[in-house]
Each structure stands twice: as structure tokens, then as C-alpha cells.
């Protein structure tokens, strides 16, 4: 079953509005990695996450990795219309060599 | 960054039928991997695929429904068997990234899939 979870699945907003997405694992991960996938395109990697409570910013977003390294979040500041899109979380689950997707959240913004 | 290509961008198949993906990468990778998109879902690992070995498919997968090729280090195919409306997908090929980070996966521009 699904290993890694992510909520909300759809998140709508007021341009300006920030934005968070939340990520959940039964079970510990070595890493946690996010993506950004624009509506009609292919998932593009932005940050991977390797330490417990691991803080990593870009820009407008940021990147957490919690304490017991079984959950993460994205933040983003300030919603900008470029924003759109869904983001994943992937971990790799300790002990396994792959690297499993959480289901998405949707973002869409009103400009 | 590796530029990767599938072939057909898209394609419309009627049940029963078969259908080949390419994927090809502009430099050699070691691994290689295929994944399917159900529409509006996440994404799913069907399969490694390793040139020189058998693909490993991942679990509610089988080399009988979806046969891979691995003939050299920049090229795969992928195809999906004896098709149903069930396998309308968008389906990736991806590649590890190119900042060494172990996993990062570079994804192709993706298959869309619709079986009718």
C-alpha cells in the first residue's frame, strides 16, 4: 500500500496567499526529495533532504525535513500565478533502494 | 543535464493491442527506469532497467505485461501488452539525475496513453 503520504491533495489560493504541503511516512526514510510537476509536463526535481530537521530554502520555498525523519514539509511564501502545479514528495524508505511518491498536491492559484 | 526523448508523444490504441515506447538519453546511464502516471495520480515505478540485465519489476508488475529492452546504455523500450482501457496512462522514462544525488530521478517528457 501507499507508504508515503501527502496532504492536501488540492490546495487553491489568492495569488499573494502562502502555500503547504504536507508529507507522511509510516516508516523512517533515508531521504526525502520533492518535485514540481507543471500542468501538461514531466515531475522536475528541486531539493533532496537527508538530515533530521533539515531546513532548506530556494527562493520563495521551503523545505523541511522533521525530527524523526518520517515526515516533511514544503512552504511556499507568497503564491506567484508560476507557482501552479502539483508537487510530490518521494522518500526512500530505510532499507529499500527505490524511491516512493507520495500522491501530490494540487495547486492552483487566482491571479 | 541529460536530454531524454520518448516516442510516441501520445498515442490513442484500442484494447487487445500492444504498444511500444522509446526512450532514448543523449549520454550512457547505467540505470534506467519506467513509470506510469495515471491520470491525475502519482507516480508508480513499473520497472529498473539495467543494460546487460533483466529489467526488475516492481511489485504488481510483470515482464509479460509490460516487456522492457535494454540494448545499450542510452535506450530502452517499454511495452504495454494486450492493452485495456486500465492502462491509459501518461508513462516516464527517467534517468538518475546529474548532481549525483542517489535516486534524483530526470524524467523524460512522458508518454500519454489512452486505450479505447
Known amino acids: 500500500g501507499q507508504q508515503v503520504m501527502q496532504i492536501p491533495q488540492y490546495q487553491h489560493v489568492q495569488e499573494g496567499e502562502d502555500f503547504t504541503t504536507y508529507c507522511n511516512s509510516s516508516?523512517?526514510?533515508?531521504?526525502i526529495q520533492w518535485y514540481k510537476q507543471r500542468p501538461g509536463g514531466h515531475p522536475v526535481f528541486l531539493i533532496q533532504?537527508?538530515?533530521?530537521?533539515e531546513v532548506k530554502k530556494q527562493k520563495r520555498l521551503t523545505f523541511q525535513f522533521g525530527e524523526a525523519k518520517k515526515n516533511s514539509s514544503l512552504h511556499i511564501t507568497a503564491t506567484q500565478t508560476t507557482d501552479v502545479g502539483t508537487y510530490f514528495c518521494?522518500?526512500?524508505?530505510?532499507?529499500?533502494?527505490?524511491?516512493?511518491f507520495g500522491q501530490g498536491t494540487r495547486l492552483t492559484i487566482n491571479p | 543535464s541529460a536530454v531524454i526523448s520518448q516516442k510516441p508523444s501520445r498515442d490513442i490504441c484500442q484494447r487487445g493491442t500492444s504498444l511500444t515506447i522509446q526512450c532514448q538519453v543523449d549520454?550512457?546511464?547505467?540505470?534506467m527506469f519506467w513509470y506510469r502516471q495515471q491520470p491525475g495520480q502519482s507516480l508508480t515505478l513499473i520497472a529498473t532497467?539495467?543494460?546487460?540485465?533483466?529489467?526488475?519489476?516492481e511489485s504488481g508488475f510483470v515482464i509479460d505485461k509490460f516487456p522492457i529492452s535494454r540494448p545499450n546504455l542510452t535506450f530502452s523500450t517499454l511495452t504495454v501488452s494486450n492493452m485495456s482501457p486500465e492502462d491509459s496512462s501518461i508513462y516516464l522514462c527517467?534517468?538518475?539525475?546529474?548532481?549525483?544525488?542517489?535516486?534524483?530521478?530526470?524524467f523524460g517528457p512522458g508518454t500519454r496513453l489512452t486505450v479505447t
Open positions: 527517467s534517468v538518475e539525475g546529474p548532481s549525483g544525488i542517489q535516486y534524483e530521478q530526470y
Open positions: 516508516t523512517t526514510l533515508s531521504n
Open positions: 533532504l537527508v538530515k533530521s530537521g
Open positions: 518521494a522518500g526512500i524508505i530505510q532499507g529499500a533502494q527505490k524511491l516512493v
Open positions: 549520454s550512457q546511464v547505467t540505470m
Open positions: 532497467a539495467n543494460q546487460g540485465s533483466e529489467a526488475t519489476y
